[in-house]
């Protein structure tokens, strides 16, 4: 069983960062294409919106165009971790943030269809500030 906790979340003035985490347990997370995901309350009927993707080997990424310039995902799968570094932040970011993994290879524009995650984590929030 694969088990996704995520760890950074918290309440940042607008133009701030933040960095979260996801600590996969139970298989390698090497074997893993790993993605983050966003909610927030009211936006797209609380649909859960793609954020940003990374490849086993963290050498291929992509990124929703409202994130990107933004925001970085990394992997170190030595420590079983993916992060999302967040700079820049601003008010629309303010949502409750989930890592999601897939066993298939996915690291580009395909890769944003939350059906196709098999594990989640139970998420972070992130608030941002005006």
């Known amino acids: 069983q694969v088990q996704l906790v995520e760890s950074g979340g918290g309440l940042v003035q607008a133009g701030g960062s933040l960095r979260l985490s996801c600590t996969v347990s139970?298989?390698?997370?090497?074997?893993?294409?790993m993605g983050w995901f966003r909610q927030a309350p009211g936006k797209d009927g609380g649909e859960r919106e793609f954020v940003a993707v990374i490849g086993w080997t963290g050498s291929s990424t992509y990124y929703a165009e409202s994130v990107r310039g933004r925001f970085t995902i990394s992997r170190n799968n030595a420590k079983n971790t993916v992060n999302l570094q967040m700079n820049s932040l601003k008010p629309e970011d303010t949502a409750v943030y989930y890592c999601?993994?897939?066993?298939?290879?996915?690291?580009?524009?395909?890769?944003?269809?939350?059906?196709?995650?098999?594990?989640w984590g139970q998420g972070t929030q992130v608030t941002v500030s005006s």
């Open positions: 139970g298989r390698p997370a090497s074997v893993y294409s």
């Open positions: 999601a993994a897939r066993r298939d290879y996915c690291s580009g524009y395909g890769c944003n269809r939350r059906n196709d995650y098999t594990y």
